[in-house]
């Protein structure tokens, strides 16, 4: 019989200087279909962002790269980013923000993101981001403390393959208003009241506003209009559908207040901005540009 025996001599105060603040806030999972369509947004947290299946694009500020299967994208905090999905092959992806971290690229890198590239080595990384993920779902007594070990754990195998640091970004933001500012952004079409936010974090809802201004600079419903009238750029641009329809779909109240909330914002009416934008496409066509 051979056996092999190895002392586990840690330095712990060296682990935990390391990694000294490394905390989960969400992870979720989804898959791009048709009447989906992601506009340029940023978390106040580092994201991971692993492709499961599927082929598209990932827009950083501005900066357009391909992303495909097995890729994780790595996003620094208050960065805006977008993914952008090929309908014959949809993106299905699981995102996992992770709070007290900032990514930082060898010299002469981009400090807004990372790419890796997980090509016949998926194991290394998926099963880690699907644990959590049923972590979360499940919530079983001590999943705390599973994702958090878990989140760890990928850090350190993530710091092994890819050339770039892990440092404490420095941030402080509020917990609940981070969470607000998550379930707007994914909600903002839905009908959302101030009472309602403050519920979900269960804090009343003027000491809400108060924090959120001072983490933010706007109110808990001034963000979520902006939010709105992001997206109505979009379907003004991109679609045929009346002020009524855009209104209805994306939350307002009635089309008169979307066309008061537009003006006040964009200092032109919503269908000024939709010929605008038109006659720029128009012009992009006529000097054989690619349309916005």
């Known amino acids: 019989m051979s056996s092999k025996r190895f002392v586990l001599d840690f330095d712990y105060e060296t682990i935990h200087r390391n990694w000294p603040t490394l905390r989960p806030l969400y992870v979720s999972s989804a898959k791009y279909d048709g009447d989906w369509h992601s506009t340029l947004h940023a978390h106040d947290c580092s994201e991971l962002f692993y492709v499961v299946s599927g082929?598209?694009?990932?827009?950083?500020?501005?900066?357009?790269?391909?992303?495909?299967?097995n890729d994780l994208v790595i996003i620094n905090p208050s960065v805006e980013h977008s993914e952008i999905s090929h309908d014959n092959q949809p993106l299905e992806y699981i995102v996992l923000g992770i709070g007290g971290l900032e990514f930082t690229p060898p010299q002469g890198g981009d400090s807004r993101y990372c790419v890796m590239q997980f090509q016949g080595h998926r194991e290394d990384i998926l099963p880690n981001l699907r644990s959590i993920l049923r972590e979360a779902e499940e919530r079983q007594a001590g999943y705390e403390l599973v994702c958090q070990s878990i989140l760890e754990l990928l850090m350190v195998r993530l710091s092994r393959r890819a050339k770039f640091l892990a440092v404490p970004d420095g941030r402080h933001t509020s917990k609940e208003c981070a969470f607000v500012r998550r379930y707007i952004d994914s909600h903002f079409k839905e009908n959302i009241t101030l009472s309602q936010l403050s519920d979900l974090v269960h804090i009343n809802k003027y000491y809400l506003v108060h924090t959120f201004s001072q983490e933010y600079g706007v109110s808990p419903i001034s963000y979520l209009i902006s939010r709105r009238l992001q997206e109505s750029k979009h379907l003004l641009c991109r679609t045929n559908h009346s002020l009524g329809q855009i209104s209805h779909v994306l939350g307002f109240s009635s089309p008169s207040y979307f066309s008061q909330?537009?003006?006040?914002?964009?200092?032109m009416s919503p269908l000024e901005y939709r010929k605008l934008c038109r006659r720029k496409e128009d012009s992009s066509f006529g000097t054989g540009a690619s349309p916005i």
């Open 55 to 69: 082929v598209g694009q990932f827009n950083v500020g501005g900066q357009l790269f391909p992303v495909a299967a």
């Open 261 to 267: 909330s537009f003006r006040r914002v964009e200092k």
